[in-house]
């Protein structure tokens, strides 16, 4: 079946613009992680959801970042005002339960350049 | 503060030989450990994982160990071939009520043919 995809793959903004990001997880998947991978390190956590309940967002890194799931199924994370910062890859994951052992299927990801 | 730390950044191993990447943590409430495999352009792929109720695990040539007094776990991959160069990450998860994945900065494994 079809894994996790992510659109846009590569979104160029000059700064102050607002950008969404698109994940559409694996069909059935109940849990939905979001995470950000700057250059040369490693995916760092953002949110996650189960279901439409977002269920912790601590990795947020400012009120600027905001994600919703609204029907439990597709997601969107939406930076506004972006800044230079803000510049990295944006990686979506799906899991089919929520708890340990159950493995994330990550996207390709969607790469933000800010200029 | 970097909870999973990865300190070599890169790892160049002949074909047929053994690629052990290593990892350490510090955070003692983590109990399930993962291992993931990035190529370029693509997400991270799961490998492999280990629970902290075990000290090894293992997946036809792919083993994780785990030392929980040292808090470090190793992957060694044997034999060691050319598809397995790839960027490594370990990623460490814990019982604190939230299921996110911490993960390190990754190695990146060159198997020379």
């Known amino acids: 079946g079809a894994g996790v995809s992510q659109s846009p793959r590569y979104k160029v903004a000059k700064r102050g613009q607002d950008v969404a990001l698109r994940c559409d997880p694996i069909?059935?998947?109940?849990?939905l992680f979001w995470y950000q991978q700057a250059l040369g390190q490693g995916p760092e956590f953002l949110t996650y959801?189960?279901?439409?309940?977002?269920?912790?967002k601590s990795g947020l890194p400012s009120d600027r970042f905001f994600a919703e799931r609204p029907e439990g199924s597709v997601s969107t994370l939406k930076i506004q005002r972006t800044q230079q910062e803000d510049s990295a890859v944006y990686l979506c994951?799906?899991?089919?339960?929520?708890?340990?052992?159950?493995?994330?299927?990550f996207g390709p990801g969607t790469r933000l350049t800010v200029t | 503060d970097q909870q999973v730390k990865q300190n070599s950044p890169s790892l160049s191993v002949q074909e047929g030989r053994i690629s052990i990447l290593n990892c350490d943590y510090t955070n003692s409430m983590f109990d399930y450990f993962l291992w993931y495999k990035k190529y370029p352009a693509e997400g991270p792929t799961f490998l492999i994982s280990i629970s902290s109720i075990k000290d090894k695990n293992e997946d036809g040539r792919f083993t994780v160990f785990l030392n929980k007094s040292a808090k470090h776990l190793s992957l060694h991959i044997v034999p060691s071939q050319p598809g397995d160069s790839a960027v490594y990450f370990c990623a460490a998860s814990g019982t604190s009520g939230t299921y996110k994945y911490i993960f390190g900065t990754g190695t990146r494994l060159k198997v020379l043919a």
């Open positions: 994951a799906s899991s089919s339960h929520l708890g340990q052992g159950y493995e994330q299927y």
């Open positions: 959801f189960q279901n439409e309940a977002q269920l912790d």
């Open positions: 069909s059935g998947h109940v849990s």
